[in-house]
């Protein structure tokens, strides 16, 4: 155990003492002897201190002076007692204090010791210090101290800048690349609706309508919701009418090309809006309706081949449907708005919702008349079932406007159900059916003579029984035997010869240059998609037989509208107006506007064209003519019988076709009607004419036309 320290005492006189020392031992910090015996001895110096009390005061006037100068005996650097611990504490080193001793010594009074002035340290060296405190090696130079306030100014530089490229990112986001980003993100809280503009409905003349489109709901199936597919059909089947197997299928899960799942299935469109409600209340996964159109017909039939049909989504297919379909087609509205996502797929209040009204289409008011089209329909339709016709055709124009009345094909379908029929009964067979129109073509060769010069109404020539053209020989049916026969006899009795002796004055040109006033070699315009124009053989093609064929009607490609629309002329006084399908269009407005007028061109001359119309009564009133069939009682008939042959691409086919064109009342025609009927059988001129004269009656008396106030006039066939 270490000896207890002893504590310096004092005198009776309040000096200070050191501990006694009476060993005779030396006193270890100044080597003398101390002074045995004399415990608390004091000794005093002149100025009355003490040795201890002058050795302390000199260490305390020692600090007081290291304090007043830093360098002084200890280095003013702030980081030296860093770097001496760093060092192992040698750089530096102070000597520790020497130690009080209990030896009292009497000593002269020393000067205080003088510390050296601070040395100025030169640049980049270490300062000088006194030799005894100098290291044994040269200390490491202190790091260089961090300066606060460069150190603020750094941080603040750099927080600045991060503020301003964020700033001028923001801005460049809202300025310039905003729309972008925010067209990004439509697609998944955008939501379109497509509102079906109302399609056009077409009439009569007289405001029926004969299609139009009523509200209707389409069904659609989600298979991805669809948990029992074969349950689900079977309940679906009586209410659509579709087998389960087919609406199964139909729900079967399928790939979009995308790779996504297919979400939607249509199962059935144009479903009745009760149906629809049935369908809803079943209430089965997978399972929705949604506003639809349907097209309906309430006519069935009745002039099919002219309205055509169209698809679904109610874009015109065929007939009138397809030719105008922008026009009755209108445009879509759609409605735009803002949903939320996931469960919350709902219209947002107050969110982006834009709405463009939909616009209906315009409708058609036909000039066909729906109880002629009808009573025409089922005429030509008995007729054509005598004799098994394969296709006829049967045309009404009104004279003097050109509108037709009544246009009816053979055979016909129900275009309520298009899928049901087949292409050929689709055909509008007035514009596409394209024949070697025979006979009737006459009645434009002795016009041509007529307005040339070439005759006149009384002109007879002689008229053998054949003739040779080219390595062709060209009879009649009524021979003549070489009389002179009248111009009503040759038209009478279908005189080949006489009409070929006619053509031959006229001349190839001219015959040519009339077939065209007539108007045919080209589409009347009537307004039906697929028309044919016909064709004329040229002057420079003409063969030796062609000066026999063509005036009688061969060789010459025409369709039955074009050869109706040559005797509207001949009945009109001589002036050609194209005929016309289309009355009025009626827009969504109710506004009705007409369409242009059709071309028209003067062919004869009135006087020529009364002369004509006089000549073709003897087709009709003389005895054993080819047209007696076709008179109507109470009223003068003029017009012709003909027989030609059917052409499919440019090749006869086989059978005939027989066809009758007139007008009447023949004083003062209210209508022409041609009835054209290929029958491969033959037999088709039994069944032309009876069928001109039963619809050209039911024309008359529908439209209330008076009899004729004058019977026909007599003709002389053959020069007495």
């Given at each position: 155990?270490?000896?207890?320290?002893?504590?310096?005492?004092?005198?009776?006189?309040?000096?200070?003492?050191?501990?006694?020392?009476?060993?005779?031992?030396?006193?270890?910090?100044?080597?003398?002897?101390?002074?045995?015996?004399?415990?608390?001895?004091?000794?005093?110096?002149?100025?009355?201190?003490?040795?201890?009390?002058?050795?302390?005061?000199?260490?305390?006037?020692?600090?007081?002076?290291?304090?007043?100068?830093?360098?002084?005996?200890?280095?003013?650097?702030?980081?030296?007692?860093?770097?001496?611990?760093?060092?192992?504490?040698?750089?530096?080193?102070?000597?520790?204090?020497?130690?009080?001793?209990?030896?009292?010594?009497?000593?002269?009074?020393?000067?205080?010791?003088?510390?050296?002035?601070?040395?100025?340290?030169?640049?980049?060296?270490?300062?000088?210090?006194?030799?005894?405190?100098?290291?044994?090696?040269?200390?490491?130079?202190?790091?260089?101290?961090?300066?606060?306030?460069?150190?603020?100014?750094?941080?603040?530089?750099?927080?600045?800048?991060?503020?301003?490229?964020?700033?001028?990112?923001?801005?460049?986001?809202?300025?310039?690349?905003?729309?972008?980003?925010?067209?990004?993100?439509?697609?998944?809280?955008?939501?379109?609706?497509?509102?079906?503009?109302?399609?056009?409905?077409?009439?009569?003349?007289?405001?029926?309508?004969?299609?139009?489109?009523?509200?209707?709901?389409?069904?659609?199936?989600?298979?991805?919701?669809?948990?029992?597919?074969?349950?689900?059909?079977?309940?679906?089947?009586?209410?659509?009418?579709?087998?389960?197997?087919?609406?199964?299928?139909?729900?079967?899960?399928?790939?979009?090309?995308?790779?996504?799942?297919?979400?939607?299935?249509?199962?059935?469109?144009?479903?009745?809006?009760?149906?629809?409600?049935?369908?809803m209340a079943l209430e089965l996964p997978g399972i929705n309706t949604h506003r639809d159109e349907r097209r309906e017909v309430p006519g069935g039939d009745l002039a099919a081949n002219l309205l055509g049909f169209t698809s679904p989504d109610m874009i015109g297919l065929e007939g009138l449907e397809a030719r105008y379909d922008d026009l009755l087609a209108g445009v879509d509205g759609k409605r735009v708005y803002e949903v939320g996502l996931g469960d919350l797929a709902a219209p947002i209040p107050g969110g982006y919702s834009e709405t463009t009204k939909a616009k209906p289409g315009s409708s058609l008011q036909l000039t066909i008349d729906r109880d002629l089209q009808y009573m025409v329909q089922v005429l030509l339709a008995q007729r054509m079932a005598q004799v098994k016709g394969s296709t006829g055709a049967a045309v009404v124009l009104e004279?003097?406007?050109?509108?037709?009345?009544?246009?009816?094909?053979?055979?016909?379908?129900?275009?309520?159900?298009?899928?049901?029929?087949?292409?050929?009964?689709?055909?509008?067979?007035?514009?596409?059916?394209?024949?070697?129109?025979?006979?009737?073509?006459?009645?434009?060769?002795?016009?041509?003579?007529?307005?040339?010069?070439?005759?006149?109404?009384?002109?007879?020539?002689?008229?053998?029984?054949?003739?040779?053209?080219?390595?062709?020989?060209?009879?009649?049916?009524?021979?003549?035997?070489?009389?002179?026969?009248?111009?009503?006899?040759?038209?009478?009795?279908?005189?080949?010869?006489?009409?070929?002796?006619?053509?031959?004055?006229?001349?190839?040109?001219?015959?040519?240059?009339?077939?065209?006033?007539?108007?045919?070699?080209?589409?009347?315009?009537?307004?039906?998609?697929?028309?044919?124009?016909?064709?004329?053989?040229?002057?420079?093609?003409?063969?030796?037989?062609?000066?026999?064929?063509?005036?009688?009607?061969?060789?010459?490609?025409?369709?039955?509208?074009?050869?109706?629309?040559?005797?509207?002329?001949?009945?009109?006084?001589?002036?050609?107006?194209?005929?016309?399908?289309?009355?009025?269009?009626?827009?969504?407005?109710?506004?009705?506007?007409?369409?242009?007028?059709?071309?028209?061109?003067?062919?004869?001359?009135?006087?020529?064209?009364?002369?004509?119309?006089?000549?073709?009564?003897?087709?009709?009133?003389?005895?054993?003519?080819?047209?007696?069939?076709?008179?109507?009682?109470?009223?003068?008939?003029?017009?012709?019988?003909?027989?030609?042959?059917?052409?499919?691409?440019?090749?006869?086919?086989?059978?005939?076709?027989?066809?009758?064109?007139?007008?009447?009342?023949?004083?003062?025609?209210?209508?022409?009607?041609?009835?054209?009927?290929?029958?491969?059988?033959?037999?088709?001129?039994?069944?032309?004419?009876?069928?001109?004269?039963?619809?050209?009656?039911?024309?008359?008396?529908?439209?209330?036309?008076?009899?004729?106030?004058?019977?026909?006039?007599?003709?002389?066939?053959?020069?007495?």
């Amino acid at each position: 155990m270490p000896p207890r320290s002893e504590e310096p005492r004092r005198d009776a006189t309040g000096s200070r003492r050191g501990p006694s020392r009476g060993d005779g031992t030396a006193d270890p910090r100044t080597g003398e002897p101390g002074v045995g015996g004399i415990s608390g001895a004091r000794a005093y110096t002149p100025r009355g201190r003490t040795i201890g009390e002058d050795r302390l005061g000199d260490a305390r006037a020692a600090r007081a002076e290291q304090r007043r100068t830093p360098r002084g005996g200890r280095s003013g650097d702030p980081f030296r007692p860093a770097l001496q611990v760093l060092d192992g504490g040698r750089v530096g080193r102070r000597e520790p204090p020497p130690r009080r001793t209990s030896v009292v010594r009497t000593m002269p009074e020393r000067a205080p010791r003088k510390e050296p002035p601070p040395r100025r340290r030169p640049a980049r060296t270490a300062p000088a210090r006194p030799a005894a405190r100098r290291p044994s090696r040269k200390p490491p130079k202190p790091p260089r101290l961090a300066d606060p306030s460069r150190r603020l100014r750094l941080g603040t530089a750099l927080a600045l800048t991060l503020f301003a490229v964020i700033g001028i990112r923001l801005v460049v986001l809202q300025a310039t690349e905003s729309a972008a980003y925010a067209d990004a993100g439509l697609p998944d809280r955008l939501r379109t609706v497509v509102l079906p503009a109302p399609r056009g409905a077409i009439y009569d003349r007289d405001g029926a309508a004969l299609a139009h489109s009523v509200e209707a709901r389409y069904v659609y199936a989600d298979p991805t919701q669809i948990e029992d597919p074969q349950a689900t059909a079977k309940a679906l089947s009586p209410l659509l009418g579709i087998p389960p197997s087919e609406l199964v299928e139909k729900m079967k899960p399928r790939k979009r090309p995308n790779g996504s799942d297919s979400q939607f299935e249509y199962l059935a469109r144009g479903v009745d809006v009760a149906r629809a409600r049935q369908i809803m209340a079943l209430e089965l996964p997978g399972i929705n309706t949604h506003r639809d159109e349907r097209r309906e017909v309430p006519g069935g039939d009745l002039a099919a081949n002219l309205l055509g049909f169209t698809s679904p989504d109610m874009i015109g297919l065929e007939g009138l449907e397809a030719r105008y379909d922008d026009l009755l087609a209108g445009v879509d509205g759609k409605r735009v708005y803002e949903v939320g996502l996931g469960d919350l797929a709902a219209p947002i209040p107050g969110g982006y919702s834009e709405t463009t009204k939909a616009k209906p289409g315009s409708s058609l008011q036909l000039t066909i008349d729906r109880d002629l089209q009808y009573m025409v329909q089922v005429l030509l339709a008995q007729r054509m079932a005598q004799v098994k016709g394969s296709t006829g055709a049967a045309v009404v124009l009104e004279v003097g406007t050109g509108e037709v009345l009544a246009q009816a094909a053979y055979p016909t379908y129900d275009a309520a159900k298009p899928d049901a029929s087949k292409p050929t009964e689709r055909e509008d067979v007035a514009t596409s059916f394209v024949v070697d129109p025979g006979s009737v073509h006459k009645a434009i060769t002795f016009g041509a003579a007529l307005q040339e010069g070439v005759i006149t109404p009384d002109t007879t020539l002689p008229v053998a029984n054949a003739v040779r053209k080219g390595d062709t020989w060209f009879a009649d049916t009524h021979p003549a035997g070489g009389r002179r026969m009248s111009l009503p006899g040759m038209m009478a009795y279908s005189s080949n010869v006489g009409t070929i002796a006619i053509a031959d004055k006229l001349g190839k040109d001219r015959l040519i240059d009339y077939q065209k006033r007539f108007g045919l070699g080209e589409a009347t315009g009537v307004g039906m998609p697929g028309e044919a124009s016909g064709r004329l053989l040229p002057a420079e093609e003409w063969s030796e037989s062609s000066h026999g064929s063509v005036p009688i009607g061969h060789s010459v490609d025409a369709t039955p509208l074009q050869m109706a629309a040559a005797y509207a002329t001949i009945a009109n006084g001589g002036t050609y107006v194209a005929p016309r399908l289309v009355k009025e269009i009626i827009g969504p407005d109710g506004k009705r506007t007409k369409p242009e007028a059709p071309p028209t061109r003067s062919v004869l001359s009135p006087d020529t064209a009364a002369e004509l119309r006089k000549i073709l009564e003897a087709v009709t009133t003389v005895d054993s003519a080819t047209g007696l069939a076709a008179a109507v009682p109470g009223y003068r008939v003029a017009g012709k019988t003909g027989t030609g042959w059917r052409l499919v691409d440019g090749r006869k086919q086989p059978g005939e076709v027989a066809s009758f064109i007139g007008m009447a009342p023949a004083e003062k025609p209210r209508y022409v009607i041609a009835v054209f009927a290929h029958t491969p059988g033959g037999g088709g001129g039994d069944i032309a004419a009876p069928a001109f004269r039963d619809m050209m009656q039911f024309a008359l008396r529908h439209d209330r036309v008076p009899p004729s106030s004058a019977a026909a006039p007599k003709f002389e066939v053959f020069q007495r």
